[in-house]
């Protein structure tokens, strides 16, 4: 089986804190079919220490995608 090399269709992520009600309404990167995309975002985490963020991946057709997050900092 071969493994997929990109998104298996257009879509965005959204991330926001793991504490949040509801998912904000604009996405941290979008991308179109086998396309590798990086970006670079400043996220809150969730308050009380646990750091938590949410993704919500959004893939048309129901695809998939693959998300790496490297922390480079952080703020206090």
Same mark, same amino acid.
């Given at each position: 089986?071969? $493994?997929?090399? #990109?998104? *298996? #269709?257009?879509?965005?992520? *959204?991330? !926001?804190? +793991? @504490? &949040?009600?509801?998912?904000?309404? *604009?996405? $941290? =990167?979008? !991308?179109?079919?086998?396309? *590798?995309?990086?970006?670079? $975002? =400043?996220?809150?985490?969730? =308050? +009380? #220490? $646990?750091?938590?963020?949410?993704? @919500?991946? %959004?893939?048309? +057709?129901? +695809?998939?995608?693959?998300? =790496?997050? @490297?922390? %480079? #900092? &952080?703020?206090?």
């Amino acid at each position: 089986m071969r $493994a997929e090399l #990109g998104p *298996t #269709g257009a879509g965005h992520l *959204t991330v !926001f804190p +793991g @504490d &949040y009600v509801a998912a904000p309404t *604009t996405s $941290a =990167i979008n !991308f179109s079919v086998g396309q *590798t995309r990086a970006n670079q $975002a =400043i996220l809150p985490l969730a =308050i +009380g #220490g $646990a750091g938590n963020l949410l993704v @919500d991946p %959004v893939v048309v +057709g129901g +695809g998939s995608v693959h998300l =790496i997050v @490297d922390v %480079v #900092g &952080y703020f206090e």
